[in-house]
């Protein structure tokens, strides 16, 4: 079975400082664990992914993520928030062997000016 | 830029009437999922395809909800009759190969039962 946790509904930060999205999961084999944002109105956009190899995963919008396996947990993390980053961001997980992807409920982040 | 393309963006209907939300993936993906989005139990998966067959539909309720794949361009979600509580947001995302380390989803079709 394989499961995923976003403890927050709501992230609030101010524009500039840094952010910080939780996320844990649970798996029984080896985790694939992902990030999506959805702006409002619009479908779900991959933002990146953790397959193997490093535990810092970067990607689009100056994203990052990082995989902690001792705490079976991927935050999902920014150095320095925009505005335009307020948005529904939801963490994915699925083990090696399963090929669904099971989503989070979603952590709304705000991000005042 | 390639997209997945889902219709109607918007539907209002009377509970009793059958809804059909279509869905378009990308050129050359072969795999489709059918999510709905609702306050209460966030995504849910509905059905899963692979090169147009049905994989996964332990989510869809069978009595009402049925999932096809025409063919390869085409993606349709039935619902017959259909029910206040299937007010949602349905979503459709397609993926390409089979590890679908990769989603693009449409903008979705927005579900008002009356």
């Known amino acids: 079975a394989q499961s995923v946790a976003q403890p927050e509904d709501q992230v609030n930060v101010a524009e500039g400082n840094p952010l910080t999205v939780k996320c844990t999961y649970s798996?029984?084999?080896?985790?694939?664990l992902f990030w999506y944002v959805q702006y409002p109105n619009r479908g779900l956009q991959f933002l990146l992914k953790y397959i193997t190899g490093d535990n810092l995963v970067k990607g689009s919008y100056g994203f990052e993520a990082e995989f902690n396996k001792s705490q079976t947990s991927f935050h999902l993390k920014k150095p320095s928030a925009l505005v335009s980053d307020s948005a529904l961001y939801f963490c994915a997980v699925r083990d090696g062997g399963s090929y669904i992807p099971t989503f989070g409920r979603g952590t709304s982040l705000i991000v005042h000016p | 830029d390639a997209r997945v393309t889902q219709t109607p963006r918007h539907k209002v209907t009377e509970m009793g009437q059958e809804v059909t939300m279509r869905c378009q993936p990308i050129l050359g993906h072969n795999t489709v999922f059918w999510y709905r989005q609702t306050m209460m139990q966030g995504l849910e998966l509905l059905a899963y395809f692979r090169n147009r067959a049905p994989l996964d539909d332990s989510g869809m309720p069978k009595d009402r909800f049925s999932a096809e794949m025409p063919d390869a361009t085409l993606a349709t979600l039935k619902i017959q009759p259909s029910e206040p509580r299937d007010s949602a947001v349905y979503f459709c995302a397609s993926a390409s190969g089979i590890t679908n380390e990769k989603l693009f989803f449409g903008s979705g079709t927005q579900l008002s039962v009356l």
């Open positions: 798996v029984s084999g080896n985790p694939y």
